[in-house]
């Protein structure tokens, strides 16, 4: 599957601007746990950022302005995928994620952003991304559920310590078996949940 996005051209600035920190919206899911992606994702990669571009401008009060950013991402491994995954995924595919926010832009200057809690992507390196099947303005998509760092071959989880990508793989792949979940084509995140219905 490839994907096309707008590539930004980077101006180079004697000073980088700070990472203002938003706080975190509503989530549809959790996305922090392998449990939990096993359960609401359809693939966890491991991805090269090759370009972004920002967009969708959201007021955020007087003179402020939250903006989101496409990434163009190349996929340099799949950790793992759902075996009922309505949109596969290979090595080698091009994609573009949508995240928000990307940037702020209080009075005509522009900073990069993140929600509180997550990891910002950034142009030529590498990071784990968990995604799911998803629907928006009417196609099947693939939505960006969580980021991890990648590092010397590990994931970072929240809620663990380094994993390698073979532990990660393996450890998907048996709780894929025991959570009662799975996507279905035409069916977006919020009515799988209606659905499957979240775990207690």
């Not at 832009?105 to 522009?110: K, L, P």
């Amino acid at each position: 599957m490839t994907v096309t996005a707008t590539t930004a051209v980077a101006v180079a600035r004697s000073e980088e601007p700070r990472t203002v920190v938003r706080e975190a919206g509503t989530l549809i899911v959790p996305a922090e746990s392998l449990k939990d992606i096993a359960r609401w994702g359809s693939s966890m990669l491991v991805v090269s950022v090759t370009g972004e571009n920002a967009r969708s401008t959201s007021s955020a009060g007087p003179g402020e302005v939250e903006l989101g950013r496409d990434l163009s991402v190349r996929v340099e491994k799949v950790v793992w995928q759902h075996p009922q995954a309505v949109t596969t995924v290979s090595a080698g595919d091009q994609l573009s994620i949508y995240t928000f926010p990307g940037y702020v832009e209080i009075n005509g200057q522009r900073s990069p952003a993140r929600a509180q809690g997550s990891v910002r992507m950034e142009v030529g390196q590498r990071y784990v991304v968990a995604l799911t099947d998803d629907i928006a303005d009417g196609a099947q998509v693939l939505t960006l559920l969580n980021t991890f760092v990648y590092e010397a071959n590990t994931i970072q989880l929240s809620d663990t310590r380094p994993l390698s990508q073979a532990q990660v793989s393996a450890e998907l792949e048996d709780l894929t078996h025991r959570v009662n979940s799975w996507p279905e084509e035409g069916e977006s995140l919020l009515q799988r949940v209606e659905r499957v219905g979240q775990p207690r």
